[in-house]
T-cell receptor, first 112, second 113 residues
Framework: AQSVTQLDSQVPVFEEAPVELRCNYS??????LFWYVQYPNQGLQLLLK??????LVKGINGFEAEFNKSQTSFHLRKPSVHISDTAEYFC??????????FGAGTRLFVKA | ETGVTQSPTHLIKTRGQQVTLRCSSQ?????VSWYQQALGQGPQFIFQ???????GRGNFPPRFSGLQFPNYSSELNVNALELDDSALYLC????????????FGEGSRLTVL
């Protein structure tokens, strides 16, 4: 069975500082990997995705993530965060079946 | 703008009642999934419909049921509501390419008293 672990439930960071949100997954088959962002009282919006090819993927709002197959990780990074990045971030894995599994989420809180 | 709209946005029910939540699909997306997101948690997969047939289900009891219509819109029905059913219910569509990329609506927040 597949699973997703987001290693930090909350990440406080000062504005303009770099941030990394960590995600590890467990799967015995090839996976597609995603990061979604959820702003308060809204649905989820796709930030970026890894389907195949280059292990470094770039997404919207200056975010990027690196797929590491040997460590089964897909950490999300941004070199300089803004107040507007304050939100809940979800890592997700899909194995080509019928469902996508989400992690429990990491709340990014950007302080002025 | 994802093109996925859900209704109602908020509703309050009491234990034992029944609720129907609705979702209209983004054009061209023939697959729709429903997720339950309890407060402070990640979305949990309820079930998926493809071309009007349920083709996958998560660990939810039979009182959670659904429909998909020929225009790919969908309904989630929950019978005999329990307090623990209070959550944000998210509808997500997919284009059917098999990659799992989902397009979410803004959700329906259900409160069960």
């Amino acid at each position: 069975a597949q699973s997703v672990t987001q290693l930090d439930s909350q990440v406080p960071v000062f504005e303009e500082a770099p941030v990394e949100l960590r995600c590890n997954y467990s799967s015995s088959v090839s996976v597609y990997l995603f990061w979604y962002v959820q702003y308060p009282n809204q649905g989820l919006q796709l930030l970026l995705k890894y389907l195949s090819g280059s292990t470094l993927v770039k997404g919207i709002n200056g975010f990027e993530a690196e797929f590491n197959k040997s460590q089964t990780s897909f950490h999300l990074r941004k070199p300089s965060v803004h107040i507007s990045d304050t939100a809940e971030y979800f890592c997700a894995v899909h194995t080509g079946g019928f469902k996508t599994i989400f992690g429990a989420g990491t709340r990014l809180f950007v302080k002025a | 703008e994802t093109g996925v709209t859900q209704s109602p946005t908020h509703l309050i029910k009491t234990r034992g009642q029944q609720v129907t939540l609705r979702c209209s699909s983004q054009s061209g997306h023939n697959t729709v999934s429903w997720y339950q997101q309890a407060l402070g948690q990640g979305p949990q997969f309820i079930f998926q419909y493809y071309r009007e047939e349920e083709n996958g289900r998560g660990n939810f009891p039979p009182r959670f049921s659904g429909l998909q219509f020929p225009n790919y819109s969908s309904e989630l029905n929950v019978n005999a509501l329990e307090l623990d059913d209070s959550a944000l219910y998210l509808c997500a569509t997919a284009s059917g390419t098999g990659t799992g990329e989902l397009f979410f609506g803004e959700g329906s927040r259900l409160t069960v008293l």
